[in-house]
Nanobody, 120 residues
Framework: QVQLVESGGGLVQAGDSLRLSCAASGRSFSSYAMGWFRQAPGKGREFVAAITRSGGGTDYADSVKGRFTISRDNAKNTEYLPMNGLTPEDPAVYYC?????????????WGQGTQVTVSS
């Protein structure tokens, strides 16, 4: 079983950038596709981005395309999400997750989340 720990959240102003990280412990990190999701207060969990096991393929929600970039370093067992041009629509708790293949569903291991707050 993989354990995931997110970091890098914080309070920023609109237009600023943050980089989220997700550190994985356990075996076979490179065997899992990875994803980022977010949940704002009063809303359901929303897909943000996903990446294949090798890192060669990615997928993004339309709301973040062009501003967020998902990547992974399998040698470091870490996934990243640099976020540029943050807007008042981006605040949420951001979660990383692992799954058997890249997609927008079917993730079965989740981190505890990291809070992102954007002031306008």
């Amino acid at each position: 079983q993989v354990q995931l720990v997110e970091s890098g959240g914080g309070l920023v102003q609109a237009g600023d950038s943050l980089r989220l990280s997700c550190a994985a412990s356990g075996r076979s990190f490179s065997s899992y596709a990875m994803g980022w999701f977010r949940q704002a207060p009063g809303k359901g969990r929303e897909f943000v981005a996903a990446i294949t096991r090798s890192g060669g393929g990615t997928d993004y929600a339309d709301s973040v395309k062009g501003r967020f970039t998902i990547s992974r370093d399998n040698a470091k067992n870490t996934e990243y999400l640099p976020m540029n041009g943050l807007t008042p629509e981006d605040p949420a708790v951001y979660y990383c997750a692992t799954g058997p293949f890249m997609g927008r569903h079917y993730y079965n291991c989740w981190g505890q989340g990291t809070q992102v707050t954007v002031s306008s």
